[in-house]
């Protein structure tokens, strides 16, 4: 065998080599007893289980010390202002809340306070048999830009403990059994959390990533998890809220209720733990757990109640859209709702849901999130209108909360949508869906405004980055073990991988690519990428870009496409363009004559059916920047694809045409001074560039059928109704520059009371001739639609 000339010849000096790196902080083994009752002899009966913890001061100084985060990483609080007098303040990373400001305000001058994050989430280990489970801690900082901790690549989030997650099955008593696996968590939190009590009080000195050493100061700011762990951590009943002391039956009322009190929480829990204690009235006013001790009672300037952050996953998409909203419309109109889905016509990374809803047997978030970009179109005049305005107010408020920068105008919007989804609630009283709306998620609702301005946009805790966390260090660390004393193995595991992180990380950042890595880590994963969109610097290599500055209307920035470096059809002709069966552009000499009149008038050219052009499938075209929506680029996908007929072997795949919003000249008085002024709608037919011999050889074109001008806007739905613009009898065509495209738009039809047997998603752009434009289909289109109506 050939000498590779690698230091190890077997796999235990590779893992000698790898101990001997550099490694995080260490950990813990801890054995503690619990009381699980007596034995029927009368012998005290008591179960050990394992925690593995590691000291979070460490962890905290291993991240704000990284110096490939230099840059990324803030040291005070900010007060953001968007307009030049200082009177519109923004709320986006957690620097920029309240919360930051207050505690900066209780510590000595020149203190640098780290503001701690953690969450907390159970997760099954064993796929398909078993019931191994683990329970991770994670924490990360506040300091930390939210976008780097939202990558899971970064490792801006870290590991801090597992928590018992077997339960202690020798208590017989289910009640029993669940209050004492409650202690045990605070017992298990306690322990873990200790060390930042007295760093919390006094202070560290801490090496920073840009090289000044500070004293740094870690406080609990910031509590994730689900709406089951929020009532376990905040020692609350499973019908209560977490964040304030409303009634179980008050929860239906849209009124504002002060946070609770974690030292009177904290008060209550000791003088009911007390003997022979008769007072029970506060106890059971606010709805709390019998626990002993509290992890949080004795951590500095923290306040667990106002630490528990939004939870846009279980509390919105799942919980109050999915869980609530959704069975309420399928009561209603289950059958047309599943007729009509399976009708909507495609969008680039659309679900299309072929069966309907109803059979759907489990749903993860993105199935939520595809249901809510058509959810309200599909409704429209199946069901009453009033259940479509509480529709209808529910997504305003969910897309709001996802917005990454907000103002007050955004948070007067998502009050204002909060306002009418109450205002119309009743209506499923009325029609027997509902009797009450006492549901904590919907409850929770009105604690969103108040939570961004003081921890920050909710993007930057959702718990979805916890369960992505799960596959690294947790899944994958129990697959590498053999299912024996497996947390043990785990951490061992673990330590091993984060050293080989470490060792690369310093050695990239050591000749200076640590920008590279948190650019290239910034691309959005598959999941979190939506409409098939990716960042624009890392197009495919075989895509080439063309901008032109052009200068339309308020909000317009210079236009961006990319388009494949060969063409998909390189010799098209007049007569495959103009066919019902290839692209189906009926007046495609006609605008080419036009166009070439304008553009080059002194040319003089006879186009025949049997011209040639090379022809697209598709171009992607940059979306403008929205602070509120993505704090980095991304492209639109634009198809012009025809209908492909089906061969032995070879299956036919159906036409892809997709509608676009076009720049154009004719003035718009609806949206004059808006970023919809001087937009239109058109559907793409055909993506080609002219043959070499004109002059304009390298503009790249666009056959579109036109829409009349976005006007008429629907009074329940709130969304704009566009119809065919006509021209002679026929629909109105033209060919546009591809640097007049602004990005694509998804169309709905209006479906009325009942649909037309007829329809299908393939047919409907023939068979239907009104539409709705759907802004529910991204939040780009959302932000651009919405914002100004």
Known sequence: MKDTGLSFHNARKLYQKVDALPKGPEWIREILEVDCGFYPDGLPRKEEVELWRRDPNECIAELIGDPTFNGHLAYGPERVFVDDDGEVRCFSEMWTGEWWWEVQNKLPLGATVAPVIISTDATQLSKFRGDKKAWPVYLSIGNISKDIRRKPSLRATTLIGYIPAEGLDGIDDSSDRSAANWQLFHDC?????????????????????????????????????????????????????????????????????????????????????????????????????????????????????????????????????????????????????????????????????????????????????????????????????????????????????????????????????????????????????????????????????????????????????????????????????????????????????????????????????????????????????????????????????????????????????????????????????????????????????????????????????????????????????????????????????????????????????DPVLVRCNIPSDSYTGTALEGLRVARVKAIFSLPEHISLGTERLAYVEWFRPLRAVDATTKMHSITYAKRGGSTSAEIISLDDIVQGVHLIPRFGEEMEPSWNRFNIFDKCDTFFVNPWINLHTYHLFRNNL
Not at 371 to 388: D, F, G, H, Y
Not at 587 to 600: I, P, Q, S, W
Not at 606 to 615: A, K, N, Q
Request: proline content about 7%; hydrophobic content about 35%; overall charge neutral.
């Open 189 to 657: 939190m306690r322990r873990i959390m200790h060390p930042l009590k007295s760093s919390g009080t006094t202070g560290l000195l801490m090496l920073c990533a840009d090289g000044f050493t500070r004293q740094v100061f870690p406080i609990l700011a910031a509590y994730v998890a689900d709406y089951p762990e929020q009532c376990l951590v905040g020692c609350v009943k499973g019908n209560r809220c977490p964040k304030c002391p409303v009634d179980k039956d008050d929860l239906e009322d849209n009124t504002f209720h002060p946070l609770r009190d974690s030292d009177r929480t904290w008060r209550i829990l000791h003088r009911k733990a007390q003997p022979n204690n008769p007072i029970t009235t506060a106890f059971d006013e606010d709805g709390l757990r019998p626990i002993k001790e509290p992890f949080w009672h004795d951590l500095p300037h923290s306040n667990i109640h106002a630490a528990f952050t939004p939870d846009i996953l279980h509390q919105l998409h799942k919980g109050v859209f999915y869980d609530h909203l959704m069975s309420w419309l399928m009561s209603l109109a289950g059958d047309e709702i599943d007729t009509r889905f399976k009708t909507v016509p495609s969008y680039p990374a659309l679900r299309h849901f072929k069966k309907g809803l109803s059979t759907l047997s489990q749903c993860s978030g993105n199935e939520f999130k595809e249901m809510q970009k058509c959810i309200l179109a599909v409704i429209a005049n199946s069901v009453e209108s009033e259940v479509v305005e509480a529709t209808r107010a529910v997504l305003e408020f969910l897309y709001y909360a996802q917005f990454q920068f907000h103002t007050d105008r955004s948070h007067d919007a998502m009050q204002a949508a909060l306002d009418d989804f109450h205002s119309h609630k009743d209506v499923f009283v009325r029609l027997e869906i509902r009797e009450h709306f006492n549901i904590p998620k919907i409850h929770s609702m009105q604690h969103y405004i108040d939570s961004i301005r003081s921890l920050g946009t909710a993007d930057g805790y959702n718990t979805e980055l916890p369960e992505r966390l799960h596959i690294d260090y947790a899944k994958n660390a129990y697959r590498a073990s053999n299912k024996r004393d497996y947390l043990k193995q785990m951490t061992t595991w673990l330590t091993r991988q984060e050293s080989l992180f470490l060792f690369a990380k310093l050695a990239d950042w050591a000749k200076g690519q640590a920008a590279e890595i948190i650019a290239e880590d910034s691309i959005p994963d598959e999941e979190e990428a939506e409409d098939n969109e990716i960042l624009a610097p890392y197009a495919p290599k075989r895509l080439e870009e063309r901008r032109r500055p052009f200068q339309s209307g308020p909000g317009n920035s210079p236009s961006t496409y990319a388009l494949p470096k060969h063409a998909s059809f390189p010799h098209r002709s007049v007569m495959e363009l103009e066919s019902s069966t290839g692209h189906k552009a009926f007046h495609f000499r006609r605008c080419l004559t036009d166009y070439l009149a304008v553009h080059l008038p002194s040319f003089r050219w006879t186009i025949t059916l049997h011209d040639r052009f090379p022809v697209y499938k598709q171009t992607r075209v940059l979306l403008r920047d929205i602070p509120q929506v993505s704090a980095i680029k991304r492209l639109n996908t634009i198809r012009a694809i025809p209908e492909k007929t089906s061969k032995p072997g070879a299956p036919g795949t159906p036409e892809r045409f």
